[in-house]
């Protein structure tokens, strides 16, 4: 159970892509001890509530307030869906977002996501994207910024993850509210919270464009962050647990696109291609 729990913590640090050593600094949690806690060597008081969850026959979670153990009918859901592989999961999140009217976007939605880590081109292709279709192109990032009036930077250290995502789906709100036709560049981050990707996913056609982690790796370089030649080594191991992490949520976009296989205009041409084939699917051959 511990190890399991560790599993977690470490699965979560990375999606979100935080380090051990920053995690550590802003939870005057020491490094070693969050080390022995992803490993499986935590605190043994959770294995108190185990036993306590065993003796009770009920989910840890029961315990520890879960919020799909706050009511029958949520306890009755978790029942129904326990167990099942993830293309069930997926089809029962489809049917339940068309029934509560947040079904993924089909091919009458004319705003474009592009969602994967930084590096994957997602701002140069939004630009020509949006050129090509006469679409207005938004940088989700300067967005945020703007409804915060700081910068990304100053937004989680004077104010925490949370105002940073909670800024992010208010953006985002605001981006899918007053734009019909655009082309959207987003965090690489976003997918991490579920609710502000659900509301991605219902509101736009989404791209999940790819790269190989050494090209994410030198593109950011290449912007002039140089950040990541500090203990690369360790950075390009960084990125590729982030990478991982984030793949089985990038994967549930509408489409995807390697950005790492052609020069850009061969990638873009693919793209542009692509969304073509979305926004007038009534010309796509039989």
């Known amino acids: 159970m511990l190890v399991t729990l560790g599993e977690r913590v470490r699965a979560l640090r990375e999606r979100r892509g935080i380090t051990r050593k920053s995690l550590a600094a802003s939870t005057g949690v020491s490094e070693r001890h969050l080390a022995n806690l992803e490993y499986g060597d ?13 003796a009770l026959d009920c989910a840890l979670a029961e315990l520890t307030g879960d919020v799909t153990t706050r009511s029958p009918e949520w306890l009755l859901l978790r029942s129904l869906l326990q167990h099942r592989d993830e293309a069930t999961l997926r089809r029962v999140r489809i049917a339940i977002a068309d029934l509560l009217d947040e079904a993924p976007a089909d091919s009458s939605v004319r705003r474009i996501a592009l ?16 050129r090509e279709l006469g679409f ?8 945020i910024e703007a409804l915060a009036g700081c910068s990304i930077g100053e937004i989680q250290a004077l104010y925490g993850a949370g105002a940073y995502r909670r800024h992010e789906r208010r953006a985002l709100e605001q ?21 502000t990707f659900n509301l991605l996913l219902a509101g736009t056609a ?3 464009l790819q790269a190989r982690p050494e ?9 002039g962050d140089f950040r990541p030649m500090a203990g690369s080594d360790e950075a390009m191991s960084d990125l590729r647990s982030i990478l991982s992490a984030r ?8 489409y995807r696109l390697d950005t790492s296989t052609a020069p850009l205009a061969d990638t873009f ?5 692509l969304i073509r084939q979305h926004l007038h699917p009534e010309e796509n051959p039989s």
Not at 44 to 49: D, K, T
Not at 136 to 143: G, H, P, T
Not at 177 to 191: F, K, S
Not at 247 to 254: L, N
Request: proline share 4%; net charge negative.
């Open 42 to 54: 935590g605190n043994p008081s959770v294995l108190v509530l185990q036993q306590v969850a065993d």
């Open 136 to 143: 207005e192109f938004v940088e989700l990032s300067r967005e």
């Open 269 to 273: 041409a693919s793209l542009h291609m």
């Open 206 to 208: 989404t791209v999940w």
């Open 247 to 254: 793949e089985p949520f990038y994967s549930k976009a509408s």
């Open 175 to 195: 981006v899918i509210d007053n734009h019909r036709e655009v082309v959207i560049a987003t965090p690489g981050g976003l997918v991490s919270e579920a609710a």
């Open 115 to 130: 969602i994967g880590l930084r590096g994957a081109g997602k701002s140069t292709l939004g630009q020509m994207l949006a």
């Open 215 to 223: 090209d994410h790796m030198l593109r950011v370089i290449e912007q």
